[in-house]
């Protein structure tokens, strides 16, 4: 069974960096595009930003100059820095695998306070 556990949320002052991590468990392939979403509350879940297997990134457009993706085959990192109020969320880590079926994990809080 195919797992994506992330790490590395909590809470920070504006201005502030966090690192998240997320490791796939259970998987035999290497998935084509790994990334992060993000989702506020009452808000629906966006986009923050995708890595290929080729280390090609994709940000969202409020994202660009502050975040920062890598990715270690199966895992994936997002570097966040001058982080804002507005950052705040739960960050959820996406996996694209075989036939495109996408996986997803449990999410961790983020958390910005002024």
């Known amino acids: 069974q195919v797992q994506l556990v992330e790490s590395g949320g909590g809470s920070v002052q504006a201005g502030g960096s966090l690192r998240l991590s997320c490791a796939a468990s259970g998987v035999v392939f290497r998935f084509s595009t790994m990334g992060w979403y993000r989702q506020a509350p009452g808000q629906q879940r966006e986009l923050v930003g995708l890595v290929n297997k080729d280390g090609n990134t994709n940000y969202a457009d409020s994202m660009k100059g502050r975040f920062t993706l890598s990715r270690d085959y199966n895992k994936v990192y997002l570097q966040m820095n001058s982080l804002k109020p507005e950052d705040t969320a739960v960050y959820f880590c996406?996996?694209?695998?075989?036939?495109?079926?996408?996986?997803w994990g449990q999410g961790t809080q983020v958390t910005v306070s002024s």
């Open positions: 996406n996996a694209v695998g075989y036939r495109d079926v996408l996986f």
